[in-house]
């Protein structure tokens, strides 16, 4: 009966996980014949200046998506978890960017941003006609926006159904001991949403580095090679320049780094529970 | 118990100015989409791009259709109900073995399939694509449609596993008793009881496939295998400047999971905020 699901998962997901590093010692245009190449595709990897910016970017890339997303959503959710009735209609609207592809945001966001028909001029603010998608300092910036405006909702989400798990006695008796709503924000609410805020960020974090599709047809990588991140680069090196097993390494890299950091934040929430059993 | 009259009855401006703030944040680009996907071509370079349309019309609309929107919209619903249709029936029936058996390859099951919630598609897309292609399958909906099992099964077997544990365990002993067969279990008491559990993690899936990027864009080329994430990237080229047409498509490849999101929203919400504890 587990026959089916063990088939598709093992020969679509399994194998490819093999696959990935078999195809890493290759030589392959992803058409013709495959030869063998020893070290060849990491040694090219590891000496080409455009990977190294990828993997590069993508770690600021990371940093700035959990740097923006983590409070906003943080505080968004804590927010949205009160039981007031236009907080539920708030929640309601925040969840529409979750329901729109990477490729409809991508586009929307291009026609927003341009300098000379999009939002810029509808508000005649000369700060928001800036050439935002054309300019290498601010093209990665946009791209986090982007990236925020679509995943703050779902973290929010989380967020908010965290908070609402924390036992309501507790304010009651920090109200009682006359705690004001900023103490109680950072005595109880904060230290009891720990493990959603582990949660959420190693989300965050794995997410950010796999990130593709919107960025891909937001700047395609560009200007230049200014938002060129390690996913992206796999994909123009594999399916653009035809260099499958090059392409193959920088797959092995990005999985590599994705599961050092879920494990190393697994690690700190491992240890984080055991302080809280120790301390009572 | 008054539990209630407890939640915080102080308003919270700092917090509601945040929220309101945010919620132009939102609001703001997918009006937008609207107000531009309603206004003639010719308009768009002289109009306020955030205004109400003056001749507001839905040309746009019309462009988009007349250029195989349809087709790529069928394709979209085929690989989409396939693909979910036969990843939930997958994974409920491994996720029956993985309850029912004592045993340590049904234990195993479940590990493997909790390591596989890790793997990024973007990792195992060579190998997909070589694989696809040795199988023949190489610009056909059969090349979405079994990939996006394949990487729905993970999570749809972690949640129908854990509503699965749930159940008590007399129903099945009962129906045991009388003699039926695992699968007559199968399909007159588990299937009817995970109906809920089923509707969650579909509804989050059919979004998943619905809305996959990577796998058309690399495993599939023609016009008429195209499915709608990718037609939008594709009108964006072809349509170029006529903006309001791209538009109109956005709102038009929305418009299903915006269906499913009023009518089945507490499954989508919960369907999302599923593999994360509770």
């Excluded at chain 1, 959710?77 to 409809?104: H, I, M």
């Excluded at chain 1, 601010?138 to 908070?163: D, M, R």
């Excluded at chain 2, 979405?144 to 129908?160: D, G, V, Y």
């Excluded at chain 2, 365990?169 to 045991?176: I, K, P």
Aim: hydrophobic share 55%; aromatic share 12%.
């Amino acid at each position: 009966m587990a026959a089916p699901a063990l088939v598709l998962f093992g020969f679509f997901a399994i194998i490819p996980l093999f696959g990935v590093v078999a195809l890493s010692f290759v030589d392959w245009d992803g058409l013709g014949p495959i030869t063998w190449a020893g070290l060849d595709n990491w040694k090219a990897a590891a000496s080409d200046p455009v990977s190294r910016n990828a993997l590069w970017l993508t770690v600021k890339l990371t940093f700035l998506c959990v740097l923006f997303q983590a409070p906003v959503s943080l505080l968004l959710g804590v927010f949205l978890a009160g039981r007031q009735r236009y907080r539920a209609l708030l929640a309601t609207l925040f969840f529409l960017p979750l329901l729109f592809s990477s490729a409809a945001v991508a586009i929307t966001f291009t026609a927003l941003l341009d300098p000379n028909f999009g939002a810029g001029s509808a508000l005649d603010a000369a700060w928001l006609s800036q050439n935002w998608l054309g300019d290498p300092e601010l093209a990665l910036y946009v791209v986090v926006f982007v990236i925020g405006w679509c995943f703050i909702p779902f973290h929010t989400l989380i967020y908010q159904a965290g908070t609402r798990q924390i036992p309501k006695e507790l304010y009651e008796a920090a109200r009682m001991d006359g705690a004001g709503p900023v103490a109680q924000f950072f005595r109880i609410t904060l230290p009891m949403l720990k493990y959603t805020i582990v949660t959420s960020t190693t989300l965050m974090t794995v997410g950010s580095l796999t990130y593709f599709d919107l960025i891909f047809v937001l700047t395609g990588g560009g200007p230049g090679n200014a938002t060129r991140v390690l996913p992206l680069d796999m994909y123009l090196t594999g399916f653009r320049s035809y260099d499958m097993g090059k392409a193959s390494v920088l797959a092995l890299v990005l999985v590599v780094v994705g599961l050092a950091v879920s494990l190393g934040l697994n690690r700190i929430t491992g240890a984080s529970r055991m302080d809280s059993r120790s301390e009572g | 118990m008054a539990k209630n009259t407890t939640t915080d009855s102080r308003p919270n401006i700092l917090g509601a100015v945040g929220a309101w703030i945010w919620l132009a944040i939102i609001i703001l680009p997918i009006y937008y989409i609207f107000v531009t996907s309603l206004r003639p071509q010719a308009d768009y370079y002289s109009e306020n791009p955030l205004s109400w349309p003056a001749n507001a019309t839905l040309d746009a609309y019309v462009r988009v259709l007349e250029n195989d929107f349809l087709l790529f919209f069928f394709n979209s619903v085929i690989v989409t109900a396939v693909a979910v249709a036969v990843s939930l029936a997958a994974s409920l029936m491994a996720a029956y073995v993985v309850v029912r058996s004592r045993s340590w390859f049904g234990r195993n099951v479940f590990r493997v399939a909790l390591l596989g919630i890790a793997i990024p598609i973007q990792a195992a897309i060579i190998p997909v694509y070589y694989l696809i292609v040795q199988l023949g399958l190489y610009d056909t909906l059969a090349a979405l449609i079994l990939p996006s099992i394949a990487f729905a099964i993970p999570l749809t077997l972690l949640i129908l596993t854990n509503f699965l544990r749930e159940l008590p365990e007399s129903l099945f002993e009962s129906m045991r008793m009388d003699g039926a067969s695992e699968w007559k279990i199968l399909l007159r008491l588990v299937l009817p009881l995970s109906r809920p559990a089923l509707a969650t993690v579909g509804v989050y899936q059919a979004l998943q496939v619905w809305n996959g990027f990577l796998f058309p864009l690399v495993l599939t080329q023609s016009a008429s295998t195209r499915v709608i994430p990718l037609s939008l990237w594709s009108f964006q080229g072809q349509f170029g400047i006529d903006v309001p047409a791209v538009l109109a498509a956005v709102v038009l490849s929305v418009l299903p999971m915006l269906a499913a999101y009023i009518i089945a929203r507490r499954q989508l919400v919960s369907g999302l905020t599923a593999g994360f504890g509770k």
